[in-house]
């Protein structure tokens, strides 16, 4: 449904040359839900900007719903819905007439853009909302308007940039839920971009991960996560002096990659931890190495890109001022 080859996009500004996508190749399969996730600046927006064909490209390729983005960009719009970054509604208009008119720009007759806005405002939860102007509306009913305004033409492909974004928990969920819902009735292919880490691991299938506008892995969440992170397993050790023993035999489990000690507790990253510790306490066990506690770790999507650039995902959303939440 979406296939790019060396998608590259420069800026030119007065300090120089910004490099913000670098020859990005990418395929998301029809139905796919698939989360652009990177730090600031990674060059998301841009990539999906041109994929939208809101940007024309500086080099490459790319089709999207089998129409070419730089020869056939009316093709490729009645293809995709897209909800920016930005609020796509307008504040002074009620929110039914901004769905017709959606649906009119986008070619509907008048009796179905009335219909379809209709069908949203239900699908949505907009309903006692729909002769309200959209200024009046709460941060989530906005969102939830943008979706039924990318949504007016029934596109099978939905482009959703940072969608949650500034949202509370409970909006985010709710907005979710109602995306999830649309997708399983009407197999829609989805590409999001998001900071949200949990909401990308939970909701995607399958995640890309950018960085400095180059693609820098793309799996689903739980193999990026064996492969690329690994668990931890957390062993707590009686006596301190039995640490450089107990590190000796985590060395010797299979698929281990790395031990280090903290006082008495010892911390073993390796593939598939659940498997791995009671093998690992049967071995102190026999060795007479007594526990106190032990737990296993799960990684996150931040330990993933951590182990890919020595960075945090985390820290550098929170250094630039963005919102980044555990909670999805
Ligand atoms: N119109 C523009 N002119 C100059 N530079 C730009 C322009 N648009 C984007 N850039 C630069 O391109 C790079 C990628 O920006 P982009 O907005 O694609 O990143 P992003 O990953 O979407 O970031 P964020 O998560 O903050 O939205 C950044 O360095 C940005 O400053």
């Known amino acids: 449904m979406i296939h790019a080859r060396a998608l590259t996009r420069n800026f030119k ?3 120089g040359l910004v490099e913000a996508v670098r020859g ?5 399969a029809e139905g796919e839900l698939v989360a652009f996730l990177g730090p600031n600046g990674a060059g998301k927006s841009t990539a999906v900007r041109m994929l939208t064909t809101l940007l024309p490209l500086t080099a490459g390729s790319a089709t999207v719903g089998g129409h070419d983005v730089a020869s056939d960009p009316a093709g490729v719009r009645l293809k995709i819905g897209y909800v920016g970054q930005g609020t796509g509604s307008g504040p002074y208009h009620r929110v039914r007439d901004e769905l017709v008119t959606q649906g009119r720009a986008q070619r509907m007759t008048s009796a179905a853009a009335r219909a379809r806005a209709d069908e949203l405002i239900g699908m949505l939860e907009l309903d006692g909302l729909a002769d309200r102007n959209c200024a009046s509306l709460s941060g989530g009913q906005k969102r939830r308007l943008d979706v039924a305004l990318g949504l007016m033409h029934t ?5 959703l940039d940072e969608p949650s974004t500034g949202l509370d928990p409970h ?5 979710w839920e109602h995306i999830s819902r649309i997708r399983k009735q009407s197999g829609m292919t989805i590409f999001l971009t998001t900071h949200y880490l949990e909401e990308a691991d939970t909701m995607a299938e399958r995640v890309m991960v950018i960085d400095k506008g180059v693609m ?3 799996d689903t969440p739980a193999r990026l996560k064996a492969d690329l992170a690994g668990d931890t397993l957390h062993v707590s050790l009686l006596r301190e002096d039995q640490t450089a023993a107990a590190t000796a035999i985590a060395r010797t489990l299979p698929a281990m990659r790395d031990a280090q000690v903290n006082g008495r507790a010892v911390a073993v990253t390796l593939r598939d931890g659940e498997a791995a510790l009671p093998e690992f306490l049967r071995r102190l066990h026999q060795s007479g190495i007594e526990t106190a506690s032990a737990r296993v770790d799960r990684p996150t999507l931040d330990d993933v890109f951590l182990g890919l650039t020595g960075r945090s995902l985390r820290e550098a959303a929170v250094g630039a001022g963005m919102a980044v939440s555990r909670s999805s």
């Open 24 to 28: 990005l190749g990418l395929d998301v």
């Open 171 to 175: 909006s985010r969920a709710n907005l």
């Open 155 to 159: 596109p099978p492909i939905l482009f």
């Open 13 to 15: 500004t007065k300090s």
């Open 216 to 218: 820098i892995a793309d």
